[in-house]
């Protein structure tokens, strides 16, 4: 039913972008939004500090005459996504970005793997050793000295009575097992010796597009088994945060390419994060440039595809 509601909405939008006029004056402090022009100079810092975007075409027949022909959108190709969404746990300190939102805002998180700290007490209590522990470990060194003393005073083995005895002739079992079978079964691969426990590495191409209704940045993902197999629309649910999926993150058709349809990242909130983003920077006595626009647009959209590591973008501090 959801997919049925959103695929309604889609068309609905389509045809309010047609209508929408192309936004000329710029309202990037006072509304969070973009010209086509800033989204092309957002764009060009983006390239320039990671260059793993790059600009492209897409379909002669789907380009936006606002847009320059060869800057339609940006893409970035066989991001990693290592691990699914269900594994991660989010703890730690989280921060609401929106909080009057009816699908209960976005949320900045710093999520920890829990596994990697859970032992830290006992590595620490293994590393501080109590007096008798001490003790007891210099009486064993003692000990051991006094053994390896003992072995030196005992006289050598004589190799030739050992020839003689035929140990040397005996059968190594590892050399017997070669005999029996000398033609050993191949090791099997890593995903059968393992089984289901093996987490595939994904890999995704992200595209950044100009939504004209919204007048902000849409991110879209398209996701690939370890075999360069598109992945189904189930499947990449599963790389998307459940709190978005089918909810935030829906499957539409794509602007600038032909084909099916593409998980997408929905931009209606956007430019209401973005305001307050750049509040927040004002409040802190600094202020935020629109060629920063995409920068942060990709580190908060990160909370929606927490798994696919695709921002090594700089870094960006809330405060001045």
Known sequence: MQSVINSVKGTALGVAE???????????????????????????HLVHHCPTW??????????????????????????PCYRRCKQIEYVGE?????EDAQEGGWVETHHYDEGATSGLDDKVSEMTLESSKVEAMED?????????EEDDDEEAADMEEFEESGMLEQVDPATATKLR????????????????????????????????????PRLWVVGYDENRKPLTMEQMYEDVSQDHAKKTVTMEAHPHLPGPNMASVHPCKHADIMKKIIQTVEDGGG?????????????????????????????FSMKN
């Open 18 to 44: 047609y209508l929408t006029p192309i936004l000329k004056e710029s309202k990037f402090r006072e509304t969070g939004v973009l010209t086509p022009e800033e989204f092309i100079a957002a764009g060009e």
């Open 54 to 79: 790059q600009w492209a075409t897409g379909d002669e027949t789907k380009a936006k005459g606002y847009l320059p022909k060869e800057k339609q959108f940006l893409i970035t190709r066989n991001v």
């Open 181 to 216: 079978n000398p033609n050993p079964p191949k090791a099997s691969t890593t995903a059968e010796l393992e089984g289901d426990s093996v987490v595939h590495t994904r890999t995704y191409d992200l595209h950044i597009t100009y939504d004209k209704y919204y007048q902000t």
């Open 287 to 315: 202020e935020l440039g629109v060629h920063m626009y995409l920068i942060i647009f990709l580190k908060f959209v990160q909370t929606v595809i927490p798994t696919i590591e695709y921002d090594f973008t700089q870094n």
């Open 94 to 98: 989280e921060t609401m970005v929106e």
């Open 140 to 148: 064993a060194d003692e000990q051991n000295t006094q053994n390896d």
